[in-house]
């Protein structure tokens, strides 16, 4: 079965500091993955979206996730952090293979970011 | 203006009481969804529909029907709602497959 597992529930940084937001998937071919953020009171919106190829995906705001078929991770990253990026991410997985356009979605990681 | 409209926002209902929540897109969109958000369990998917009256179950669509008589509308209904459909409601839309979903701001149901 497929699934996604989002480690950490809650993550605090400091302002101006780097990100990483963990990722891991269960699923037996290469899926589709995704990283999805939601603001308060808001549905979620697209970050990034790894379908093949350089394994460095580049999404919007600076974010950027790396896909490790090895590691079956695909984690998020930030070079430095804004205030305005706390929010709620999750990580998505679409089972390519099966037809399906069902997205998989992980629990989510609130991430606080203090000033 | 690309928009995934729901109404209402907020509702409360009481126990055995049917419901509907309503999902508007303006992009004609063919693929349209269903999911509800709780706490510690991220999104679970309710209902896909592929077009009008082209609907398939989620992982979770005991309790809820669904109806997509329009392209751009999209219904999901409880009959007889239950406490433990107490949540957050999300519909979303795609132009293709599931390469990127725009999301509504959500419904946040109680059933007392």
């Not at chain 2, 049917?18 to 349209?32: A, I, P, R, Y």
């Not at chain 2, 979770?60 to 406490?83: M, N, Q, W």
Request: glycine fraction near 8%.
């Amino acid at each position: 079965a497929q699934s996604v597992t989002q480690p950490d529930a809650r993550v605090t940084v400091s302002e101006g500091a780097s990100l990483q937001l963990r990722c891991k998937y269960s699923y037996s071919a290469t899926p589709y993955l995704f990283w999805y953020v939601q603001y308060p009171r808001q549905g979620l919106q697209l970050l990034l979206k790894y379908y093949s190829g350089d394994p460095v995906v580049q999404g919007v705001n600076s974010f950027e996730a790396e896909f490790s078929k090895s590691n079956s991770s695909f984690h998020l990253q930030k070079a430095s952090v804004h205030w305005s990026d706390s929010a709620v991410y999750f990580c998505a997985l679409s089972p390519a293979s099966s037809g399906s356009w069902q997205l998989i979605f992980g629990s989510g990681t609130q991430l606080t970011v203090m000033p | 203006d690309m928009k995934v409209t729901q109404m209402p926002r907020y509702l409360i209902k009481r126990m055995g009481e049917n419901v509907l929540l309503e999902c508007g897109q303006d992009m004609s969109h063919e693929t349209m969804y269903w999911y509800r958000q709780d706490p510690g369990l991220g999104l679970q998917l309710i209902y896909i529909s592929y077009d009008v009256d082209s609907n398939s179950e989620g992982d979770i669509p005991k309790g809820y029907r669904v109806s997509r008589k329009k392209r751009e509308h999209f219904s999901l209904i409880l009959d007889s709602a239950k406490t433990n459909q107490t949540s957050v409601y999300f519909c979303a839309s795609s132009l293709w497959g599931n390469e990127r979903l725009f999301f509504g701001h959500g419904t946040k149901l109680s059933v007392l």
